[in-house]
């Protein structure tokens, strides 16, 4: 049987390339939009929060621009007014149809903020309405509860965003990115490995750093919503703070590094470092030296750094959907959970 998830994971080459044919011509409206601007804002939950992670690194290691993550309680429960004039907000929602940040959003416009959505709910949703720009995207509906597609169309949206405030990057990279996807999905590494690592255990740490951290968290809300582990998303900076004590031979690590980039050797040592303690590392991505540093290793993208994350999910929701099942777990539907989280 094929859930939903699996099926809706192997759309995404062709989310994609919807996606990116229909943003890249509208760099030049994010570069006008944007030109009186300092700052971004992210404004997100769950999934989208872990994209916001993605924009905001992309954003400060290549645009020069400084970027934060927005605490929407301050607009929703404290209802206190900021000045935002100079910040350039940008909410995500894949169904442009929460309300905490549809209210977020249109607080930052009355703040003084110029305002981006981030969706894939169309023109007609809320969020793309009370945004000064909509950036749609084309992932087509989902129908499994984990998000796979609207979350790697989400970051093809933040990667023109990227374009659009002048990253030094080359844009051409972009193209590659959806062949980059269909090969991992084709090839994804040693799954059924990494699977039987985990099918036992109660919880596992994820971890990576820069660019890559989003994937760490987005793989860890994956595997706790879909397979009801206790996973810990961390920069591998932050693991070594301390929480690298709970990761033993009942716990074991997964890491994540694209195959360039300056976090990719921290990775690689951090694996050693896990394997010689007498723990399992299981690698995402990082090219030869993670898998050879790892007790078994999915593949990565053959891609640059900045984006990278978009194919570094991938293995990451191949083996989410794997697992559950090999632990019993319908993953189209986990317990508690609905398409759409209303919060206050």
């Not at 984006?307 to 099942?325: D, F, N």
Request: aromatic share 4%.
């Amino acid at each position: 049987m094929t859930t939903k998830m699996r099926s809706e994971i192997a759309e995404q080459p062709a989310a994609l390339r919807a996606t990116l044919d229909a943003l890249v011509p509208r760099v030049d409206e994010v570069r006008a939009l944007a030109r009186d601007t300092r700052q971004l804002l992210f404004i997100a939950r769950g999934t989208s929060d872990n994209a916001a992670v993605y924009g905001r690194y992309l954003i400060e290691a290549h645009a020069g621009r400084m970027s934060s993550l927005a605490a929407p309680s301050i607009a929703t429960t404290y209802k206190r007014k900021l000045d935002l004039s100079g910040v350039l907000a940008v909410a995500l929602s894949q169904s442009g149809r929460t309300e905490e940040i549809v209210e977020t959003l249109v607080w930052a416009k009355a703040c003084g903020a110029t305002t981006v959505a981030v969706t894939n709910g169309g023109e007609d949703s809320p969020l793309a309405q009370a945004a000064d720009l909509a950036l749609c995207t084309l992932a087509g509906e989902e129908k499994a509860v984990p998000a796979t597609k609207t979350y790697t169309t989400q970051l093809a949206a933040l990667a023109v965003l990227a374009l659009g405030l002048d990253a030094d990057v080359n844009a051409d990279d972009l193209q590659r990115v959806p062949d980059a996807v269909e090969r991992l999905i084709a090839d994804p590494g040693d799954v059924d490995a990494v699977v039987e690592g985990l099918a036992e255990v109660a919880g596992v740490v994820v971890s990576g750093r820069g660019l890559a951290f989003s994937t760490a968290l987005e793989a860890a809300l994956k595997l706790k919503e879909a397979c009801y582990l206790h996973a810990m998303g961390l920069s591998y900076a932050d693991l070594l703070h301390g929480p690298i004590a709970v990761v033993d031979e009942r716990t074991p690590a997964l890491l994540v590094a694209s195959g360039e980039g300056p976090t990719l050797q921290g990775t690689v040592a951090l694996a050693r470092r896990v394997t010689g303690a007498g723990a399992s590392a299981y690698g995402i991505g990082g090219g030869a030296e993670l898998a050879t540093a790892s007790t078994a290793a999915l593949n990565g993208p053959s891609l640059p750094e900045w984006v990278a994350p978009m194919g570094l999910i991938v293995p990451a929701q191949l083996l989410t959907e794997s697992l559950a099942r090999r632990r019993g777990i319908d993953p189209d539907s986990p317990r508690g959970l609905n398409k759409v989280t209303q919060t206050d």
